[in-house]
T-cell receptor, first 108, second 114 residues
Framework: ELKVEQNPLFLSMQEEKNYTIYCNYSTTSDRLYWYRQDPGKSLESLFV?????AVKQEGRLMASLDTKARLSTLHITAAVHDLSATYFCAANLGQFYFGTGTSLTVIP | NAGVTQTPKFQVLKTGQSMTLQCAQDMNHEYMSWYRQDPGMGLRLIHYSVGAGITDQGEVPNGYNVSRSTTEDFPLRLLSAAPSQTSVYFC?????????????FGDGTRLSIL
């Protein structure tokens, strides 16, 4: 079984600040996914990372994958209120294993 | 393009009642799965399927049954509802063999067991 841990669980950050969400997983997996969930809504795919050293960026979000360290990061640059949401990482080892999520609140 | 459709969106049941949550996808995805989402616990896999006629258990399968008679449909059955099954249920689907594609999620079913 694959364990996926995210930290922090809760994150309150000021606008225009930078921060990183961490996703650690317990067993070797080359497939790491990031999702966003707005309150009361479904999950929306953000990034798919498929190899060691993979980096993907979309707007103020950048995700990376280090398969040797079993670590993925989601970096937020110059946060804005619209980024407030819960972010999940998930690893795939035949089935998908999700982290507990990071609830991000961006405050003025 | 409907994607993954879940019905109903909301449901209230009494303890001991049974019901079926419906999930349908129109993307010809082989892989379908059911998750429950509880506060502070992320998404936990209940059951999944890699194709018609093939199902397997996930992390929390007790109290739930599934079947996959067609590629499109993957219903989740609660046999005898218990308050511990109060949760938000998500169905998801994806292609097999194309790992660069993420799972597509339905809008969820919010289920309360009294």
């Amino acid at each position: 079984e694959l364990k996926v841990e995210q930290n922090p669980l809760f994150l309150s950050m000021q606008e225009e600040k930078n921060y990183t969400i961490y996703c650690n997983y317990s067993t070797t997996s080359d497939r790491l996914y990031w999702y966003r969930q707005d309150p009361g809504k479904s999950l929306e795919s953000l990034f798919v990372l498929l190899s060691n050293g993979a980096v993907k960026q979309e707007g103020r979000l950048m995700a990376s994958l280090d398969t040797k360290a079993r670590l993925s990061t989601l970096h937020i640059t110059a946060a804005v209120h619209d980024l407030s949401a819960t972010y999940f990482c998930a690893a795939n080892l035949g089935q998908f294993y999700f982290g507990t999520g990071t609830s991000l609140t961006v405050i003025p | 393009n409907a994607g993954v459709t879940q019905t109903p969106k909301f449901q209230v049941l009494k303890t001991g009642q049974s019901m079926t949550l419906q999930c349908a996808q129109d993307m010809n995805h082989e892989y379908m799965s059911w998750y429950r989402q509880d506060p502070g616990m992320g998404l936990r896999l209940i059951h999944y399927s890699v194709g018609a006629g093939i199902t397997d258990q996930g992390e929390v399968p007790n109290g739930y049954n599934v079947s996959r008679s067609t590629t499109e449909d993957f219903p989740l059955r609660l046999l005898s509802a218990a308050p511990s099954q109060t949760s938000v249920y998500f169905c998801a689907s994806s292609r097999l063999g194309t790992e660069n594609q993420p799972q597509h999620f339905g809008d969820g079913t919010r289920l309360s067991i009294l």
